[in-house]
């Protein structure tokens, strides 16, 4: 559109604000309808892409064995052992309780374990613990002894020192699973209640996968809950206080309600599913909105106080605002659409949904927000002529010591950068939520105190039916499990040849020089067929080996180490089948290690989607700035920002993941904003023969206030971020606030005097 075009526009609203406001009002209305379909799920998985390579690894090693939908019950008496007649009926007590749960499928514990020994000719299995309330006191001591010294079950179901025990639970969720979840863990929850009721000197702890699912879901409607508000009581507050006009505020916040509701309308209307990755779409639009609105509102106001009538500076503001505004939309709008080249879809849904929000922002802004201007009582005090205001006096401090400001600014932002190396990419999945969710409480305890929760996944094949009770197959699958269970950051390792080992002992009259590997496959073979008839149904070795009896599952277990401590795990276990049991076993899988590669792979694709966008924004900024040199020298300020905030995060912390892998396309389409701004401001007045101090000084007073205001309200906005207890949530509010205040500097002492150092033409 020329500019007579857009005044036409422009005067059309003026004249015909309630036609405005009402047509604004059915299309908003039409779409906040859709509000009612939007979804919060409970299935982290949403996070992995649909051909994501190690879900589709995890996906195939639950077909050939078990789902591993779990859930892990911690018992742990307050004082002494769980090897008491109390503790050990409690553990029977909540063992059987657990059968009884929607879904459950498999119930493992010290009680039911199944403990097999001979008696002549015959193997008898049956549980360690049965009627634990009238044990006699050598056979608690019995129990004791055979619980420890099992390599199946303890690291697993009991401590090494005995204090806790555990009861592991294994569901068969249905599709759709969000309400099974709810059912479940609400069951669990009522059930352990009563446990407690019962045994009050018992402590009981809940975590495990499903647990986590819901703890997902109240992760993500506790953001949009309580995040929200406190965005926008901080916005408008903010807003009010640097506008210093109430009725102002109110036209922003009028706007806020429309650009919102359309959005979150748009998200119903796709039936958007909210997971805790991109719960924030609503604050980020909110925040994005404020900042337009803001530059239309505070120019309108300028132009009052310096005598225009309410119409004529509503009209210049637009002007003064179309072209900075439509190419901050353009610019945000690919930077968060670029979210698209991430390996996790949230991401995407988060890319696409503020990119729409930021367009309806810009259509609001343009078009709702002077008709209501139009129709308030503003009123605004006259400027108050010969005092300098702030912004002056800042541009006169850049221009006198330009020379100064240049290397100093420079030499902080060398330093800054310096601290990128020192990140490291560890991100841990039980940590992705804070000690406010019982989920990360109790499983720090369980953690500390029983087992891990990180495990690998190997299917390690015999390569033909029925091999693996093949002796060589046996004792290469038996060094496999000893070398991982060397390894400092494993805590237990649940391997095939333990049973065969144990079956062995039995059936030579449980002599402990029999604890080794059968030595012939026809005698491997019949051990395992006897034991397998022995046990009782619902505790059987499906979940270890295949049907076709041709591979077994091992699990290693460790505790609490971050991906990229579990990708180097997993390489050294690699190696080592390479050298040993070439063929054996592919790459460890398990949800853990989905998430490692998850967060490696996320941060190489958001990479390339960040230099695209870089690179696309780049462009714009030289073709309507129309002179090459200035467009350079404005890529200086939208980039280094980013790294700084990096470098000082590097020098705070040293830990980025997922996170910080879209922190700086989200920050970059954000930050532009200021350099647009000041850079038209500039250019303008460049063009009506200003020299480039006097243009800067002019610059400084036409859009300081507003990009100081934009700049506290955006900071504020993600701020509000870090009351998240999702760590994906917090840690990209502060790394986003960080940026856009660095950015903020920059244009303010750097850009200016690059501009007067390069730009000496008359």
């Not at 002992?505 to 019949?526: C, I, K, T, V, W």
Request: aromatic share 8%; net charge negative; hydrophobic share 50%.
């Amino acid at each position: 559109m020329t500019s007579a075009q857009l005044d036409r526009v422009f005067d059309l609203i003026l004249r015909r604000p309630w036609v405005t406001v009402a047509l604004a009002s059915v299309l908003m209305i039409a779409m906040t309808a859709g509000v009612r379909y939007i979804n919060v799920t409970n299935d982290y998985r949403i996070l992995f892409g649909e051909h994501n390579p190690e879900l589709a690894e995890y996906e195939a090693l639950e077909e050939i064995y078990a789902e591993s939908n779990r859930a892990l019950i911690a018992v742990a008496p307050a004082q002494g052992t769980v090897f008491t007649r109390e503790t050990l009926g409690a553990i029977e007590e909540l063992t059987e309780a657990a059968w009884r749960a929607p879904y459950a499928s498999r119930v493992d514990s010290l009680t039911n374990y199944s403990h097999s020994e001979a008696e002549g000719d015959d193997l008898i299995v049956e549980p360690l613990v049965d009627g634990a309330g009238s044990l006699t006191d050598d056979e608690l001591s019995q129990v004791e002894s055979i619980a420890l010294n099992s390599a199946e079950i303890t690291g697993r179901l009991v401590s090494h020192d005995g204090h806790v025990s555990g009861v592991a639970i294994n569901f068969f969720l249905p599709d759709p699973m969000d309400p099974a979840v709810v059912e479940i863990t609400d069951h669990l929850h009522a059930m352990l209640d009563e446990a407690r009721a019962r045994h009050a000197e018992i402590d009981y702890y809940l975590t495990g996968d499903v647990v986590m699912h819901r703890a997902f879901a109240d992760a993500t409607q506790d953001d949009l809950r309580r995040l929200m508000p406190i965005v926008f009581v901080v916005i408008v507050a903010a807003a009010a206080i640097l506008l210093r006009s109430l009725l102002g505020t109110l036209a922003i916040v009028i706007v806020l309600m429309f650009v919102v509701n359309t959005t979150m309308g748009l998200a119903g209307w796709l039936r958007t599913e909210f997971s805790p990755t991109n719960a924030g779409v609503p604050i980020i639009v909110m925040a994005m909105t404020v900042a337009y609105a803001i530059h239309i509102v505070s120019i309108t106001l300028l132009g009052m106080r310096g005598g225009m009538e309410k119409h004529e500076a509503i009209a210049d503001s637009l002007r003064h605002n179309a072209t900075p505004v439509f190419l901050t939309s353009l610019t945000t709008a690919i930077g968060f659409l670029s979210l698209n080249a991430s390996d996790s879809p949230p991401f995407h849904v988060l890319g696409n949904l503020v990119a729409f929000g930021v367009f309806c922002a810009f259509s609001y802004c343009m078009v709702l927000l002077p008709a209501i201007l139009s129709l308030l009582p503003l009123r605004v005090p006259p400027l108050r002529v010969g005092k300098p205001v702030f912004f002056d006096r800042l541009a006169g401090f850049v221009i006198d010591r330009r020379k100064f400001l240049l290397w100093s600014v420079s030499a902080v932002t060398i330093v800054l950068i310096m601290g990128i190396p020192r990140n490291e990419i560890s991100e841990t999945w039980s940590r992705y939520f804070d000690d406010r969710f019982e989920f990360r409480r109790h499983t720090d305890f369980v953690i500390e105190n029983l087992t891990g929760l990180d495990s690998l996944e190997y299917s390690l094949s015999a390569g033909r039916e029925g091999g693996i009770t093949d002796p060589e197959y046996l004792h290469t699958a038996d060094a496999f499990a000893e070398w991982l269970r060397e390894q400092p950051e494993v805590t237990h390792v649940q391997a095939f040849p333990d049973i065969m080992k144990r079956l062995n002992r039995n059936m030579n009259g449980d002599d402990p020089a029999f604890h080794r590997l059968p030595e012939s496959p026809e005698l491997a073979a019949q051990y395992l067929l006897l034991y397998e008839f022995s046990l009782p149904f619902g505790i059987d070795l499906n979940d270890r080996i295949d049907v076709a009896k041709s591979a077994t599952r091992m699990t290693a277990v460790a505790a609490n180490l971050s991906g990229g401590e579990l990708l180097a795990l997993d390489d050294r276990a690699q190696a080592w089948l390479e050298a040993n049991a070439p063929g054996m076993a592919t790459a460890a899988t398990g949800i853990t290690m989905i998430f490692a590669h998850l967060s490696q792979r996320n941060i190489e694709s958001m990479l390339q989607g960040t230099i695209i966008a870089m690179g696309l924004i780049s462009l714009i900024l030289i073709l309507v700035l129309r002179n090459i040199r200035i467009g350079l020298i404005s890529l200086l300020p939208n980039f280094i920002p980013a790294a700084m905030s990096f470098g000082l995060w590097g020098y705070l912390v040293g830990r980025v993941g997922m996170a910080s892998s879209v922190v700086t396309v989200v920050a970059f389409g954000i930050i532009v904003d200021d350099t647009i701004h000041f850079l038209s401001k500039y250019l303008k007045a460049r063009k009506e023969g200003l020299p480039a101090p006097e243009a800067v000084r002019y610059t400084f007073g036409a859009v300081g206030h507003a990009l100081a205001t934009t700049t506290v309200v955006l900071a504020l906005g993600f701020l509000v971020f870090t009351a998240s207890g999702f760590e994906l949530s917090w840690a990209l509010g502060i790394l986003v606030s960080m940026t856009i205040v660095i950015a903020l500097l920059t244009d303010f002492l750097l850009l200016p005097t690059l501009l007067m150092a390069i730009d000496r033409r008359k």
